[in-house]
């Protein structure tokens, strides 16, 4: 039954709105338009915080260019209640019809007011909760004409009648009747049913009437009439007999079929002839046949054909056409293999017939050109002198609609090799406050134990007061959509020893009650009652007090924050539109090394997987092939331009899952991984490079291959709107409202990644959980001394800067080029006589320095990606790189652990120093004025008096050029010796010395 989809609107309430009766109030209600619609909420008299808890229908139609897919919520007052002479507008909310969501993900939002002009006085805020349903449409009855209409349209009626039984009475067509130019059309299959259904309408001499009938009969008669095919018109490629011999051709494939530009413009255009078999009708068989197509010398077997009133396949396959490797001869042949197990019989007897077709004549079809209709061939030789096959045969190229689903050559008919688009689930962050329970037996240790699936987490244990405990603990799980019918799982546990635990009662939460919050209101809590987990009839056991919700408002994380690609929050009604697109051409890849040995011959089915906000794409896999070439393109919405695309290349056992058990759980091979900032691509640029693939295992850093790609980056907002982005904060606000804690946060990441992992396995073909925890970086976080030496060296080579700044000016100080020195003593005395530009100069310095360093941005062709020198990964010791890839809990020998331990004590050792040094410098600041050297702080206190009655009584300007002077005068004028501010510094006190 047909669906009308209605937008519902929940006007909950108002606060804080701007008084304008004149009196402290305002009468406020609420009036909503969308698509011309327009509903008004009731009046509530003199509340600036007004409840209505109303319901408003919307029909929704089509997009329209008129009215939009603007819902606007107007606020006004109401004058009758109020006279007033201000104007009675409170504010708006102008909302698009894509943030909203259907029945059953509803939260309720507080908007805050807009004003209408520049000069309106508005606050405030609404809450409402927007979503769309879906009801059954009831079909209005047809209206019963008047008597009077009936009587005088019945003279007409009667000659329409007439005219109907008399083109009724015709004879109907023969089947061989062949439709108009030459297309022999067939069964109802290849037509619509609801406009066979509905062929009154159509003139009978019609070929669509001549279909429906015929159709008709041979249901009735259930028999297979000889159909004479015309050859008067032909329509597509033509069969050429089968005793014609034609030599092969070599003629290159782009001069005889050029492709036009399409939507695939950022990969290579690959030329595949497809051959689409329909069905067969009369094959002198009761059994299953199966159609053989050679060329090329290729050959492919379809699968068994469905007997139903006709024999259908239904079945496409694209062959790559290639220059060096193309024939001009097409082969399609029908056989029965329940006849003989000899496919070459020389007798024939399993051989239905043939249909040759010449490739130069096959058309070309490029999208968006139409599909090629199939059409009926007269199957030749064989004894099938009445049988007739029906294809389709064309030429295109990886854009076409059948090639994702079709048989391709060179995955070699492996359907798990397919190309796929994938969607990572909808995660949710629910919390459940614990917050008391009553009525448990006293004087006894309690914890509460929460669990949602394989998540458990507990509140710590409280020993009971007077029958009842309180906690007030958050505890945080991870839920995707759809949601299951398991609940949420509250365990009452008793703690009666060190390691004893008793579960007193059990209460569920099921996930279709709990509320959905996408700010940081407040939740009304819920009292649960715990059960006996052991009773059959429920006793009663307590209850507990609680706060559950699905909080919306943050992003679930399953990616690192330093290369997340995706920094939405959860709920729909929060995200802002797109910003942009980018596209990737995944092309191919080059010198893979073999990763499988088969009869003793290396190769490689590589497969290509890019990750980019919860859409995750996956290219088809290149059977044995150690240069494989996909060139398909994929596109996605870009949100934010400091998101992180990743591209990664696998090696495919799923081909081999049937040789075995061990051979099909074995997991795919990772071959490295490519990622990209969009933030680091120019708008509208292609960049087309080749990326080593880098993979750093135990045994070392090794160069898998290199992976050509094109991406591209179109902006599709406005660029004020592009630059504004840069401003709001990366994260949603919830996250710096009420922030989750870093460890906690990393916790929840890793449920994320296994929750993601799990759910992609289960599509077909499946995405392997191997795959989505090296693309998500899973194990990121792991202790490495690779890693720890590497970001040392990064925290070096930020400081360098100012190391370099602070080396040059001590060279100018000793004057050793004092032409240089002399002009800083010019650009002091300029900037201390004129302190206003100061600023103006340090910010037209940046100005410069960001101009030249513009033409490293110009000459840079190759966005950023892996660097293995930054990494020190060609430099790694094995045993580090041993230390690194082993499993926790350590699996190496005793000796090697204690080696390792060692090493890390050296390395804590001086970490320790370090962090010991930078406190004892604030700690000698503390003591300037804290007493703890009387004689030191009598000093430091005596000279500050004295620099202030300076300060007060000489310029500032006169000090400052004084001091310059003094700190850059001549290296004979210097003492060798440290300067006496800095021994005094040295000699004040610390804690140091006091830590044990």
Not at 157 to 162: E, L, Q
Not at 716 to 723: C, Y
Request: one cysteine or more; charged letters at 25%.
């Amino acid at each position: 039954m047909a669906s009308v989809r209605k937008l519902i609107v929940e006007v909950v309430d108002a606060h804080n709105l701007a008084p304008i009766d004149g009196h402290g109030t305002s009468s406020p209600y609420v009036v909503i338009d969308y698509y011309g619609q327009r509903r008004k909420t009731k009046v509530v008299p003199k509340d600036l915080n007004p409840v209505w808890n109303e319901v408003l229908e919307f029909n929704v139609g089509k997009p329209s260019d008129v009215f939009g897919d603007i819902l606007e919520v107007d606020v006004n007052h109401d004058k009758t209640l109020g006279p007033t002479t201000r104007n009675n507008f409170l504010g708006r909310v102008r909302l698009n019809s894509q943030q909203f969501v259907k029945k059953g993900e509803e939260a309720l939002i507080y908007y805050q007011l807009e004003r209408k002009h520049l000069f309106s006085w508005i606050r405030g805020e609404i809450g409402l909760k927007i979503y769309f349903s879906d009801e059954a449409a009831v079909p209005p009855s047809p209206p019963q004409p008047p008597e009077e209409v009936k009587a005088e349209a019945k003279p007409e009626g009667d000659g329409n009648t007439k005219d109907k039984e008399k083109v009724n009475d015709e004879p109907p067509p023969a089947p061989e009747t062949v439709a108009a130019g030459g297309d022999l059309k067939s069964d109802d299959s290849d037509l619509d049913e609801d406009v066979m259904d509905g062929g009154d309408s159509v003139k009978s001499n019609t070929p669509l009437k001549r279909e429906g009938f015929d159709q008709d009969r041979l249901r009735t008669s259930r028999s297979m009439p000889e159909i004479k095919i015309s050859d008067d018109v032909p329509i597509g490629p033509q069969p050429i007999p089968r005793v014609s011999s034609i030599s092969s051709f070599t003629t290159d494939v782009s001069d005889r079929f050029p492709i036009e530009r399409s939507s695939f413009d950022l990969v290579e255009k690959m030329h595949y002839l497809f051959v689409r078999v329909v069905k067969a009708r009369s094959l002198p068989t009761p059994g299953n046949p199966v159609t053989k197509i050679v060329v090329s010398g290729c050959q492919v077997v379809s699968k068994p054909a469905r007997k139903s009133m006709y024999f259908e396949w239904d079945q496409t396959f694209a062959f790559r056409r290639d220059s060096h490797d193309s024939a001009s001869i097409l082969e399609i042949s029908v056989w029965d293999p329940l006849i003989s197990s000899s496919m070459s019989d020389v007798a024939g007897h399993n051989f239905l017939g043939g249909i040759c077709f010449d490739a130069t004549e096959i058309p070309l079809r490029d999208p968006p050109d139409s599909p090629l209709a199939p059409q009926w061939y007269r199957l030749e030789g064989g004894g099938a002198h009445k049988g007739d096959l029906m294809l389709a045969t064309w030429v295109g190229t990886q854009a076409d609609e059948s090639f994702p689903e079709a048989w391709k050559t060179d995955t070699a008919g492996n359907p798990s090799s397919r190309s796929k688009i994938y969607q990572s689930p909808k995660l949710w962050y629910l919390r459940a406050i614990i917050i008391e329970a009553q009525d448990v037996p006293p004087s006894s240790s309690f914890q509460i134990k929460a669990q949602f699936g394989f998540q458990v987490q507990k509140t710590k244990s409280i020993i009971t007061r007077s029958g009842s405990s309180s906690w007030n603990e958050d505890l945080m799980f991870v839920a995707a959509e759809p949601f299951t019918d398991q609940p949420l799982l509250l365990f009452l546990v008793e703690q009666r020893g060190p390691k004893e635990t008793t579960v007193v009662g059990v209460a569920s939460v099921p996930l279709a009650t709990i509320e959905r919050r996408v700010d940081d209101r407040v939740v009304v809590s819920k009292w649960l009652t715990f059960e006996d987990p052991n009773e059959e009839k429920r006793v009663y056991r307590g209850r507990v007090q609680l706060k559950v919700f699905f909080d919306g408002g943050y992003h679930v994380m399953d990616e690192s924050a330093n290369v997340c690609s995706d920094y939405r929050p959860t709920a729909k009604q929060l995200w802002k539109p797109p910003i942009g697109t980018v596209e990737l051409g995944i092309v191919g890849c080059k010198n893979l090394l073999p990763m499988k040995s088969i009869d003793g011959k290396g190769s490689t089915d590589a497969y290509a997987v890019a990750k980019y906000g919860n859409k995750w794409v996956r290219t088809r896999a290149i059977s044995d092939n150690l240069d494989p070439k996909w060139n398909e393109q994929y596109t996605w919405r870009v949100y934010d331009p400091s998101t992180v695309l990743t591209i990664g290349v696998f090696d495919s056992w799923e081909a081999f899952g049937s040789d075995g058990e061990k051979e099909s759980t074995r997991p795919d091979f990772r071959m490295g991984k490519v990622r990209i900032r969009i933030s680091t691509l120019e708008t509208g640029k292609v960049y087309k490079n080749m990326y080593p693939l880098m993979l750093l295992n135990a045994t070392g850093l090794k160069k898998m291959g290199e992976l050509e790609v094109a991406v591209r980056f179109v902006k599709m907002a406005p660029t004020i709107d592009l630059l504004n982005v840069y401003a709001q904060p990366l994260w949603p606000i919830m996250h710096h409202i009420k922030p989750i804690g870093v460890v906690q946060q990393e916790v929840l990441r890793t449920i994320a990644v296994k929750i993601t992992a799990a759910h992609l396995a289960r599509s077909e073909p499946p995405l392997r959980r191997e795959v989505v925890t090296y693309m998500l970086d899973a194990d990121s976080h792991a202790f490495s001394m690779r890693k720890v030496r590497a970001n040392w060296l990064r925290i070096v080579n930020v400081l360098s800067g100012v190391i370099d700044m602070v080396k040059w000016f001590d060279e100018t100080r000793s004057w050793k080029n004092p032409t240089a020195t002399v002009l800083v003593h010019v650009l002091l005395m300029m900037l201390v006589w004129f302190p206003d530009l100061i600023v103006p100069t340090l910010a037209f310095y940046m100005f410069a320095v960001g101009v030249w360093n513009y033409r490293f941005l110009r000459k840079r062709v190759t966005p950023p990606h892996f660097d293995p020198k930054l990494s020190l990964a060609e430099t790694i010791d094995t045993n580090e790189l041993d230390e690194e890839f082993d499993a926790l809990p350590c699996t190496r020998s005793n000796e090697m652990v204690r080696a390792r331990y060692d090493k890390l004590r050296m390395l804590g050792a001086r970490v320790q120093s370090i962090l010991g040094d930078i406190a004892t410098q604030g700690e000698r600041v503390q003591a300037l004025v804290t007493w703890q050297d009387p004689r030191a702080t009598g000093i430091f206190v005596g000279i500050c008096l004295v620099v202030a009655i300076i300060l007060y009584l000489v310029p500032s300007k006169m000090v400052a050029m004084t001091f310059g002077f003094y700190y850059m005068r001549h290296p004979i004028f210097r003492d060798r010796m440290p300067s006496p501010g800095l021994n005094f510094f040295r000699r004040l006190p610390s804690l140091s010395d006091r830590v044990l």
